[in-house]
């Protein structure tokens, strides 16, 4: 009976280890400051999350596939930049669909390389997000951008807009988590993304187009990539051309945090999001107890880490090694 409660206890924790933590997470920084829970609050980590919740979206499809995407973060400097850029030269009207044009040639470009060619993913993203910011730089002619007259454009109702008091990029954050997540949960091309990121071999075998499942999966986390480069290029209508460098671990970790499985075929959208608010309350709560905004990075290196630890107890039923 012990043995069986022991078991039950860590198997438990492998499965849902994550969000007991978060909710110890949250207990404890609501008891050390009360504005932690404040609707203003609530609402301005929702928001501020809800770019790299946008990225995490698209990955999420690539995750599940059993591929990864490091390239996200270069990706969006590339889009936010691409975008202010051709504002001024184009106007808004032409500049954003211009944009979404060259980041989804860009992600086709990945998915092509990983779906069809079948190069190692982690290779090729990581490859393609040197290559990315280069092109960024290159673009921009290593200057920021920012638009001439901000007064006098509508491109700021994306990033600082609202419905019904609502922010904009909360209710976009929303409609996309929605549509993305009918879309793997409830078409046959989400079955798909299970089955190739499951076994991606048996899945050939059972006349599943693997090539073109990877790719299509790419094509998704560029055009979330390119709605998330319009919001940070709307909300501050100005941006470095770094602005998305590191983000790809951040995208990653709230992934992982959602349950999705670096070895592919486990996860779901609802989960990804809320990975994507941990994440957001945890950092949010580490500046209100006073630590400084550097601290964060330590505690997402630790939040990763322990992520993969859980993923991978909850695929072999224990939270240690059998050999340790």
């Not at 879309?183 to 089955?195: D, H, I, M, Q, W």
């Amino acid at each position: 009976m012990a043995e069986l409660t022991k078991k039950g206890i860590g198997g438990f924790l492998a499965r849902q280890g994550i969000l007991v933590a978060f909710v110890l997470f949250m207990a404890g920084f609501a008891l050390i400051n009360q504005r932690f829970i404040a609707i203003d609050n609530v609402f301005g980590v929702i928001r501020s999350s809800a770019i790299l919740g946008v990225m995490a979206l698209g990955v999420t499809f690539v995750v599940i596939g059993g591929n990864l995407d490091l390239s996200v973060g270069s990706m969006m400097s590339f889009s936010t930049i691409v975008v202010l850029d051709l504002h001024d030269k184009l106007g808004p009207a032409l500049a954003i669909p211009a944009m979404f044009g060259l980041t989804l040639a860009l992600g086709a470009f990945i998915g092509f390389l990983v779906g069809y060619l079948r190069l190692n993913s982690l290779i090729v993203t990581l490859g393609m997000l040197s290559a990315i910011h280069g092109l960024t730089l290159t673009w921009s002619g290593g200057k920021n951008m920012d638009i001439a007259d901000k007064e006098a454009t509508w491109f700021g109702v994306f990033g600082r807009g609202d419905i019904a008091g609502i922010p904009m990029p909360i209710i976009l954050f929303g409609l996309l988590a929605a549509v993305l997540g009918l879309l793997l949960s409830r078409t046959p091309f989400g079955r798909k993304v299970y089955a190739v990121g499951g076994n991606g071999q048996a899945a050939t075998f059972s006349g599943i187009p693997r090539a073109r499942v990877v790719f299509f999966t790419y094509l998704i986390s560029a055009f979330c990539v390119a709605t998330a480069g319009l919001l940070q290029a709307s909300r501050s209508l100005g941006s470095q051309n770094t602005v998305g460098q590191g983000m790809e671990l951040e995208v990653l970790a709230a992934v992982i945090l959602g349950g999705a499985s670096l070895l592919g075929g486990a996860g779901t959208v609802f989960k990804t999001v809320i990975g994507v608010l941990i994440l957001g309350f945890i950092h949010n709560g580490l500046l209100l107890i006073g630590l400084e905004f550097y601290v964060q990075y330590v505690v997402t290196w630790i939040i990763i880490v322990l992520a993969v630890w859980l993923d991978i107890a909850a695929k072999r039923g224990r939270l240690w090694s059998p050999i340790a």
